[in-house]
């Protein structure tokens, strides 16, 4: 049927969005109008004020500092030279609630299924490098691949692995076995067969 | 941690949506970031454009017609005293997707799971009333509770109709049976019976 043509726009536009479906977004659209003109305008400016968020120019996390450079970046108590490169930004707010780690991060973003990097994650790879040669005397302490425990994490990150090795004396990843509070009874075979590889 | 004020709240403005989780609105803000500040511009002055959206004074669906009445009533070829009931605008849509219904709509709103209605919408209830008192002679020639074949829609059908019945000739619901293109072998109970009972 025919919808008002600033209706179909939005739920083509809502419907581009990760894991946004043409049938939710017109489900989010209605509700929207069902909500009224001050909750269609506190959303309409919400993510307008998205627009003032910069990216750092070290790790290329969100921020909204004067500078150009993030909390963490700028937080002389953090160990400059550990890097953890993670794939999404909220795998950084992940790790960083674990308040386990006092390093520094670096964003690379989703590494594409093909293990090939886009042109935009190269030259943000070369301004870590850069980074890296300038600032810490040649070599970080450590780089941590940060990637998700699944055979393409692993896949990407024996690709990262040589062209990293140049600039870090050690390349780890995060470590694999039983999840916390877990069951043995309910591990994969995968899982429990890394536990017992990995036992401590 | 602690993340951008502007991010925040926006995270949490986009956790109320419906079947969005805090998780997935987190997932969201990063992404529109990412996609940079045309995109982020374009997508709310869309939602912006809502504002302008309308709803028809007999129906109560969504217009952006110069008067207050939506094109589907406002169109002379329909059989104005033929009116489908039903909870949500994206089930007018699917109904109107068949071409097999000529009659006009009635948006109720999702009815509550207690049963009573809300009082905007006794207020749209008492809207069609006098719209049928004073347009269609005292009564309509039918009424269809368009509602979802679950106990709930069934629960509230028949709140309805002691309600309904002064003001319409007729009161019917959706046939029941196997669903086109199913197979009778994989159908419920409850479906197969109904099919039984409404045979034709």
Not at 85 to 104: P, V
Not at 141 to 155: K, R, V
Request: with cysteine; aromatic share 6%; charged share 25%.
């Amino acid at each position: 049927m025919n919808l008002p043509d600033s209706i179909k726009k939005l739920v083509e536009k809502l419907s581009e969005l990760p894991s946004i479906g043409p049938r939710q977004a017109t489900r989010l659209v209605f509700y929207l109008i069902s909500r009224g003109q001050d909750e269609i305008r506190s959303l309409a400016n919400g993510i307008k004020l998205l627009e003032e968020v910069k990216l750092c120019s070290h790790c290329f996390f969100i921020h909204q500092n004067a500078g150009n450079v993030c909390s963490i970046c700028d937080d002389k108590n953090r160990n400059q030279k550990l890097i953890a490169i993670i794939e999404k930004e909220t795998d950084l707010i992940s790790i960083e609630n674990t308040r386990k780690f006092n390093g520094r991060y670096f964003v690379l973003g989703l590494i594409p299924k093909t293990g090939i990097l886009e042109g935009w994650q190269k030259l943000r790879l070369q301004n870590l490098k850069s980074f890296i040669q300038k600032n810490l005397e040649e070599q970080a302490d450590e780089i941590i691949l940060a990637f998700n425990p699944t055979s393409n994490g692993d896949f990407n990150a024996s690709l990262l692995i040589k062209e990293l090795s140049p600039i870090t004396k050690k390349i780890t990843r995060l470590g694999r076995g039983l999840p916390t509070g877990g069951e043995i009874e309910f591990a994969d075979d995968e899982t429990l067969g890394e536990a017992l590889v990995k036992r401590s």
